[in-house]
């Protein structure tokens, strides 16, 4: 009766310290660099910002006007720096680099120039009335 006792107990010991030993390894193993799983992870908010576009506060038409000679008066002058920069510089590496820094800035600000008719148009279809707020 007693050595059936102890078997039952060192077979049971056993079984517990393989289950032990088991649930240390899977601890010890490295886990996944990303805890996304199939993209449930919420995704950062700049690319939310990026989807929806330049932001433009609410200003007036005569405020969003003025914005806009501004940034076309601007983009005149990057068009003639572009220019004189093939020109100067020619089409070496110097020159295309300066001209490639140009041409992202014209990009850009050819966006915001957008953003601003878009926020103008906007602006022009706004029906004012008693119940708005005076801006």
Do not use: W
Request: glycine residues 6%.
């Amino acid at each position: 009766m007693q050595i059936g006792r102890c078997f039952r107990l060192s077979f049971l010991l056993s079984a517990v310290f393989l289950c032990l030993l088991i649930v240390a390894m899977a601890a010890a193993a490295s886990a996944p660099a990303s805890a996304s799983f199939h993209g449930l992870e919420q995704p950062p908010a700049e690319n939310l910002l990026k989807r929806a576009g330049p932001i433009v506060p609410q200003k007036s038409i005569e405020e969003l006007v003025a914005i806009l000679v501004a940034k076309e008066q601007e983009q005149q002058i990057n068009m003639q720096l572009r220019v004189v920069i093939k020109n100067g510089l020619g089409d070496g590496p110097e020159g295309q680099s300066a001209l490639k820094g140009l041409y992202e800035d014209m990009e850009q600000k050819y966006q915001e120039i957008l953003a601003v008719r878009e926020a103008i148009r906007r602006a022009r279809t706004r029906l004012p009335g008693p119940s708005l707020p005076p801006s």
